[in-house]
């Protein structure tokens, strides 16, 4: 189960890539990694550097996709930006923390972008 798990994981990303990129971003990391921390893809937009979860599941759904983003991994997602912010040279660029969703149906991949989906909450 864990292998097809990865593979469906790794198409949800390869998805998720062209997906952003026919939309205008240039791809800067995926599958970043600093210590215990790891974000799916790091893109660069006209709008800002987006820091994207990919949630990739095969139909039929028990849930959303996205919803298995919750607040544990937003706070995950954005010490891992933080992080990898801290390490650029020079930094003054808008900040989005996304998730993209990918359901695959037989023949046909469904995705769905939520540019923004959250705001880190500081404690």
């Known amino acids: 189960m864990a292998d097809t798990r990865s593979t469906i994981g790794k198409m949800g990303e390869d998805a998720a890539c062209r997906y952003l990129m026919e939309r205008g971003h240039a791809l800067l990391e995926r599958n970043w990694r600093s210590g215990h921390l790891e974000v799916d893809i790091i893109t660069r937009a006209a709008d800002g ?3 994207v979860e990919v949630k990739s599941r095969v139909a039929p759904l028990m849930a959303d996709p996205q919803d298995n983003v919750r607040r ?3 706070q995950h997602i954005a010490s891992a930006a933080r992080r990898y912010i801290a390490a650029l040279d020079a930094f003054d660029e808008e900040v989005w923390l996304d998730v993209v969703a990918v359901v695959f149906d037989g023949s046909k991949t ?3 972008y939520f540019p923004g989906a959250y705001t880190p909450i500081y404690t």
């Open 49 to 51: 550097l987006h820091f």
């Open 72 to 74: 544990a991994k937003q």
């Open 110 to 112: 469904e995705i769905t």
